[in-house]
């Protein structure tokens, strides 16, 4: 990892570092850790726990919050890996003999490290859709002595189990004696799964073959030097250390760069080592998914259009009088599309089954307007009906053609006309229309009264409250109060 920023654990007073990893199916899922918990962030920015409890650390193993951890660290993510083959000595070898550039004195606590040779190249495990997340543990202690995996974390019952090391006995820890001076050295040993022993693991990274390889501290004393070991699913999680050497660093971070280096950075030496191990290489991310084709807006609304242009020719069934015109559609296009006639054509309805319904009192050039909207979306009504076509829309239940016709009639106010649109609104009830065109009224109450002083005077004898009230938040717009002042407050006091 390239960097660890932290978190503060208010249980123990210190910090702990918090570890991140995107999921690589570019699915918007981050995993993350806590002191005591693994969360998953979901694109959403909903946060899920994936394992451990909030107030619960421990080291018991299950499904997601049942489980417990402490400090889990160094967290990986891979697909599904390969069936793990059991059997002869050595499988967890690979690739042993294959590093390059590294001297094999340098390596601490190497143990058994099984048949040299064997091919490195050799994929032992193959990544798929992301189903694993591996992550180190400290249990009990405050550094990670065992690798879990959870399976199927992007699942609704993800389940943590141990794969590689474990957590030392009391034992097992008098064995090892001050600084890594006792009989058993300093305790770490390779081997399969839980058999194999970690004594602090600082990062963990996952190749394209699914191999993971494990930074190890050790002590950090002359007979405990830190060391790179690796883990292979395939071959039941065997740990084998690496002839890689490495300082007495305080921490150490893996990268993978192209070409099959491993990149080695000590911190506590600010030392970068770079080691070759053929076949090593990244996990590469899957191209992101192309974007979807645009929906054919233009030639649906097009088709759209053909059946209204010949509604006989395209099986209409039904004819809408207005005035003294008749337009033939189709009923389930208007019921679909208009809550209006979705009523009417209902069942129980007087009307629901006539093959003609009539529109009393509706401007017909209106209506044409709006018919055209319901079979091809189009918004873009001529100013010269917005008001018949505003009451018709209000009528037919069309929220947003009113809400459309109302935007435009306040686009086209004018000083000269926007008195009589006022007093129109008002009769009509659009409150919203009405609101802008009392801040028109208002912003530009100078050249209205020079160009309609015959309609506001008019307004003052056939509406004289409308007048007052914009007349008392003209003078307080001008004593600073604003065109954000009340006027319907101020008027209240007034009056």
């Known amino acids: 990892m390239s960097g660890r920023p932290y978190t503060w654990d208010e249980d123990s007073d210190r910090e702990a570092f918090l570890y ?25 920015n909903s946060v899920q726990v994936v394992a451990g409890s909030w107030d619960r650390p421990g080291e018991r193993d299950g499904h997601g919050s049942e489980a417990t951890v402490n400090a889990p660290l160094c967290l990986a993510l891979t697909g599904t890996l390969a069936s793990t083959t059991r059997g002869g000595a050595g499988a967890g070898a690979a690739g042993v003999a294959g590093v390059e550039g590294a001297a094999a004195s340098g390596v601490a606590g190497g143990g058994a490290t099984g ?27 405050t550094h990670a002595e065992v690798v879990y995996v959870i399976r199927d974390p992007l699942g609704p ?37 839980v058999d194999a022993k970690f004594y602090c693991i600082c990062d963990i990274m996952l190749d394209s073959r699914g191999q993971l390889y494990v930074t190890d501290l050790g002590m950090q004393t002359a007979h405990s030097l830190p060391c790179v070991r690796r883990v292979d699913p395939a071959a039941d999680y065997a740990v084998t250390t690496l002839p890689i050497a490495l ?45 979807a084709p645009p929906p054919d ?55 629901s089954n006539a093959a003609e319904v009539h529109l009393h ?62 007093l129109w609104a008002e009769r009509m009830g659009f409150d919203q229309l009405l609101a802008g065109l009392k801040a028109y009224y208002l912003q530009y109450e100078g050249r209205v009264l020079s160009t309609a002083g015959d309609a506001v005077r008019g307004m003052m004898v056939s509406h004289p409250d409308l007048f007052f009230e914009l007349h008392v938040a003209s003078v307080v717009r001008r004593a600073g109060g604003g065109a954000g002042a009340c006027p319907l407050r101020y008027a209240a006091e007034l009056g």
């Open 20 to 44: 991140a990893v995107p999921c690589p199916s570019n699915s918007g899922v981050v995993y993350f850790s806590t002191h005591v918990t693994l969360m998953r962030l979901n694109p959403d």
């Open 115 to 141: 048949a040299a040779g064997q091919e490195p190249g050799t994929p032992s495990a193959t990544a798929a859709a992301p189903g694993y997340l591996f992550f180190g543990d400290g249990g009990a202690r």
């Open 157 to 193: 019952s993800p389940s943590m189990v141990p794969v590689a090391g474990h957590d030392w006995t009391d034992e097992e820890r008098e064995e090892v004696g001050e600084f890594g001076m006792g009989p058993a050295g300093d305790g770490r040993r390779d081997g399969r799964g």
């Open 247 to 291: 300082g007495a660093a305080t921490s150490a971070s893996l990268t993978q760069l192209p070409g099959s280096w491993l990149c080695v950075y000590e911190w506590g030496g600010s030392r970068l080592q770079l080691v070759h191990i053929p076949g090593l290489e990244p996990c590469v991310l899957p191209p992101p998914a192309p974007p």
């Open 297 to 351: 807006l233009a030639g649906l609304s097009a088709d759209w259009g053909t059946l209204l242009s010949d509604p006989v020719g395209t099986g209409s069934d039904i004819v809408v009088h207005v005035g003294e015109r008749s337009f033939a559609a189709h009923r389930l296009v208007l019921a679909a599309r208009c809550e209006y006639f979705r009523r009417q054509f209902a069942g129980g309805c007087r009307d």
């Open 361 to 422: 009192d509706a401007d017909p050039e209106a209506f044409a307007q709006l018919l055209r909207h319901l079979y091809t979306g189009d918004l873009d009504f001529p100013a010269a009906r917005l008001r018949p076509l505003l009451e018709l829309a209000d009528r037919l239940l069309l929220p947003r053609v009113a809400e459309r016709a109302q935007q435009q009639l306040l686009a086209a106010a004018s000083p000269g006309g926007v008195v009589e649109d006022m």
